[in-house]
């Protein structure tokens, strides 16, 4: 049973307080300031985008358990409003709310194009894949105005350099002739997230991303033009989409994914609270269940910052989610595999210039 009485169109439904200041310090910085000047009221449902000017844009990753080394983000901030999403947290670094303020204000990094090609032109540069989206979702609906992500893009093709995409938006598709080039040699791979293959499900979980239909289509025609696709199959939720997970893999595999990887959620710093207030109101009746068998899943905790088993969880509910990816990998994916990135291009690309000089 869905309740009717939600902030239409967003995943939080509430501004949750941020961990970096105490509730009775008053805010007086001038960037703060100037965001509220600029936009509506702070009960508008209306998005803001805040321009921010960043020094760098690609960063180094020390996690040794997320599969990637460095990442970018040419925003900060998701429209997409996916309740679950672990990069809210670091929207309160920014001094806003990881709630509402994560999907409503929007901080959009112009600069990126120049501030990358800087980066990977650097004499000590060795090339590495730069993953598109470590945080959040780069083919937002931002995207559709500012189109950071396909300067972004030109760049890698220009310097011939290995780039992956981790997106739930079909907006990528707007981009497809970058992409077949970068294709043509080795320079690109795509992750797409399919939670559920429910269209109710997806409208309260994920309020703002492409359908589940446009997502597949969005996988197919990819894979049909020479694009590795990855789907992503994260984050599994006990009692939400779990019982999901070999449909969800096979609708991936048909529509053309080359391989297959999962995480189940935790709910770290501000994202328990937020989780826990939406379930109970989205989800009245199997909120109190949802929440337990996700503790279940982390040692009697939302909260799971364990590397190697945060992303897998333990217990016995884990097992059998974990078990059925096997199961689902080995049916569906059996004789599939993603190709290696090539960083050998940018390398004679760079060594090729360097020599006019």
């Known amino acids: 049973m869905f309740e009717k009485s939600l902030i239409k169109g967003r995943g939080a439904q509430q501004n949750s307080p941020n961990r970096f200041f105490e509730l009775s310090h008053e805010l007086r910085d001038d960037f703060l300031e100037y965001c509220e000047k600029e936009g509506d009221e702070v009960s508008s449902n209306k998005t803001q985008y805040l321009t921010v000017f960043p020094k760098t844009i690609v960063n180094k990753v020390t996690s040794p358990d997320v599969g990637m080394a460095f990442s970018m983000n040419m925003y900060q901030g ?64 931002a995207e559709q105005q500012f189109e950071i992500t396909k300067a972004c893009l030109q760049v890698f093709l220009k310097y011939k350099h290995p780039t992956a995409i981790i997106t739930k938006n079909a907006l990528i598709l707007r981009d497809l002739d ?136 333990e217990g016995q509910i884990a097992k059998q989610i974990n078990d059925l990816i096997k199961l689902a990998r080995q049916k569906y994916f059996k004789d599939k595999a993603m190709p290696k990135l090539n960083t050998a291009l940018h390398e004679s690309y760079k060594n090729g210039q360097l020599k006019l000089f």
């Open 78 to 141: 998701c429209e997409h409003g996916c309740i679950y999403c672990y990069a809210r947290n670091s929207h309160e670094f920014w001094g806003f709310s990881a709630g509402l303020d994560f999907e409503r204000r929007i901080l959009v990094k112009k600069e990126a194009p120049k501030l990358l090609e800087a980066f990977i032109k650097r004499k000590q540069w060795k090339a590495h894949p730069i993953v598109m989206s470590g945080n959040t979702d780069c083919y937002q609906p």
């Open 178 to 313: 970058i992409l077949k080039a970068l294709a043509k040699d080795d320079l690109i791979s795509v992750n797409v997230s399919v939670t559920s293959l429910s269209e109710t499900t997806r409208r309260i979980l994920e309020p703002r991303t492409a359908s589940i239909k446009k997502r597949l289509k969005t996988i197919e025609t990819l894979s049909s033009n020479g694009i590795p696709v990855n789907v992503m199959i994260a984050p599994i939720i006990p009692s939400i989409n779990s019982h999901e997970i070999l449909p969800l893999a096979k609708a991936a595999s048909d529509a053309g994914a080359l391989s297959m990887a999962h995480t189940i959620v935790r709910l770290n710093g501000a994202i328990g609270e937020l989780f826990s207030d939406w379930i109970k109101k989205a989800l009245p009746d199997s909120a109190d269940k949802v929440l337990n068998q996700i503790k279940n899943c982390h040692g009697g905790t939302l909260n799971e910052s364990r590397y190697g088993k945060r992303m897998r969880g």
